[in-house]
């Protein structure tokens, strides 16, 4: 039970302490969970990163389950993902309970009208950085135009897209051992 | 209760199928709105520049805000719920198996095929957002294919030169490019005040 609670505590303040992506988690997770608690080894927290990026979800969410699962089992694994989303959870219910209040005043207003063009340059600077790790060949190139095109003027769930692209990657993949 | 259901159900979905981290789960979200009618893209986006800004990874974030506009801290909680279970599952199953499947050709094929289609998701959301930002167009679909733009005939002159600007100060000027997204969030609230963006 205290380790739980442990992993619990550790992760909540991994929580608090991610500020934007799931990326700016990994210096934090390497002091704490590395060096302090010495739960992990760097090693295994690389390679849990590496498939935590690349499994479905949130990374975040993907590495604390398994420093959680490593640690004490299966309720280790949840124990620690439950922690790391503690603090949103309650950080983000305060924040929106006040904005929904504030959200006819003129100035609130024009702040996120501003901020949303913020936003769009934030998107498309992560689709710029999300290129150079994704389209490698031809193949992926074209995979990423069409998925592109698709999602803007085709109306159907992204859903999908992911599933056709994965067999599609299968189907590639095959066909270029064969040619070998 | 129905609500919570399918809240929890979307959610889900959304865990399991965005691959990449927070920003890839916006296309899903994106969808959610548009199938649900539960929050405006505007909305969306309002909640996106929060989650980058406050403490917590945003795809967290991002599902509890959404959950709470929809149906308050019980919706919070059962929107964040739902979008890490998918994750806990599979990667409890991943970490018993863990060799076996960083060595595993089919899954190594199949992420050569998904990395690629995610980032194309998110660049559809990225042009979604700038035609309804920037451009002030309504994208008509009806059925499922897209109708048309409808545009308002107003293109936001003082959203794109900002655009501009914040373009050249995340990307090339060495001081600023490195800055956390906060910063540079905070700066367009000043801007978008300052200048009346909503034109109140």
Known sequence: ?180 | MTIYLRLFWEFFKTGLFAIGGGMATLPFLHDIGETTGWYTQAQLMNMLAVSESTPGPIGINMATYVGFTVAGVPGAVIATVGEVTPSIVIILIIAALLKSFRENRYVDAGFYGLRPASTGLIGASCVTVILEVLLCTQVVTTGSLLNGLSWAGAVSVQGLILAAVLLVLTNWVKPTKGLHPIFFILFSAVVGVVFHFAGV
């Open chain 1, 1 to 180: 039970m205290k380790e739980l609670w442990e992993l619990f505590i550790t992760f909540a303040k991994m929580g608090v302490l991610t500020f934007g992506g799931g990326m700016a988690m990994l210096p934090i997770l390497q002091r704490e969970v590395v060096e302090t608690k010495r739960w992990a080894t760097e090693d295994e927290i690389v390679d849990y990163f590496a498939i935590g990026q690349c499994t479905p979800g949130i990374i975040a969410v993907n590495t604390a389950t398994f420093v959680g699962q490593k640690r004490k089992g299966i309720s280790g694994g949840i124990v620690a993902t439950l922690g790391v989303v503690f603090p949103s959870l309650i950080i983000i219910s305060i924040l929106a309970g006040l904005i929904n209040n504030f959200s006819d005043v003129a100035w609130v207003q024009n702040a996120f009208a501003g901020i949303q063009v913020c936003v769009c340059v934030l998107i498309f600077n992560a689709v710029l950085k999300l290129l150079k790790k994704s389209v490698v060949d031809k193949w992926t190139a074209a995979i990423f135009v069409l998925v592109l095109l698709g999602g803007v003027f085709l109306n159907i769930s992204p859903v999908w897209f992911i599933l056709v692209a994965a067999v599609l990657g299968i189907l590639l993949k095959n066909l270029e051992v064969k040619r070998k």
